[in-house]
């Protein structure tokens, strides 16, 4: 007889695989786009500010640049979005008494942190083959810097998915919230290079200050001023308060 470890196990790969199928069409193709979005992002952002004439501040290519900054950006945004859709997706799954909502949310979490290396990894391979070392100056720190991203994802999506619970309607209002984000945020332009009184402000963002967190293992001499604990208290907090919602708030919902 399995035990409840098992369980608990084909469970959460049942889901997880549920999820990679349920992407753009029902197909592990979908799946793949959804993989590859942050390749065609890069292309879309570098060919604008190649026809802009616009000239990055930092670093020797462009592609580069971007890339430091779109994906931290990109991790945070699509598991802070994706942690609540799929919550939404499964809900009906919850039904069945071996499926908790908890679930849901774990197995899509997974699939999430999946995606974001694996975008990372092609992103890196495709700078490569244009010729461009993806490798920063100090590894550790751009890849903390990214591992909080993606820490910061998942505290906010589990705050989404105890909002949404009550209020479906947030789903569309968040995709909107974070589009503000990313455009503030500092992903075309280094937030450090803004006037004092400007970057004052940016930096109560912790998504601006991920970027550079990741960008001054790139470029360690670029006046950033980045607040670590600030940061983790952002991880932690999102993520307690997210999960004391799950407890109190998802799981009283019919």
């Not at 399995?2 to 197909?27: H, K, N, T």
């Not at 001499?221 to 993520?239: E, R």
Request: hydrophobic residues 55%; contains cysteine; positive net charge.
């Amino acid at each position: 007889m399995p035990s409840y470890i098992d369980v608990y196990l084909r469970v959460l790969s049942a889901l997880m695989l549920r999820d990679m199928r349920s992407r753009f069409g029902g197909s592990y193709w979908g799946y793949l786009v959804q993989v590859l979005w942050p390749c065609v992002h890069l292309g879309i952002i570098v060919g604008a500010m190649a026809f802009r004439g616009m000239k990055q501040p930092i670093l020797d290519s462009p592609m580069l640049f971007v890339a430091t900054g779109a994906l931290p950006a990109l991790a945070f945004q699509y598991v802070s979005r994706e942690v609540m859709k799929g919550y939404l997706v499964h809900k009906p799954l919850t039904y069945f008494p071996q499926v908790k909502k908890f679930d849901t949310v774990v197995a899509r979490i997974l699939v999430e942190i999946v995606n974001a290396f694996l975008g990372l990894m092609l992103v890196m391979a495709t700078l490569i083959c244009f010729g461009v070392d993806p490798v920063p100056v100090d590894i550790f720190q751009s890849v903390t810097g990214y591992l909080a991203a993606i820490g910061l994802g998942i505290g906010i999506g589990f705050i989404n998915v105890g909002i949404v619970s009550i209020f479906p309607g947030w789903a569309l209002g968040y995709v909107l919230i974070t589009i503000l984000l990313y455009l503030s945020s500092g992903v075309y332009f280094l937030a450090c290079y803004m006037p004092q009184e400007i970057y004052y402000y940016m930096q109560w963002n912790p998504v601006t200050q991920i970027i550079d967190w990741v960008r001054l293992g790139y470029e360690p001499m670029i006046p950033a001023q980045v607040g670590y604990l600030y940061v983790f208290m952002w991880i932690f907090g999102s993520l307690t308060v997210g999960l004391i919602m799950e407890r109190f708030v998802v799981r009283a919902q019919q």
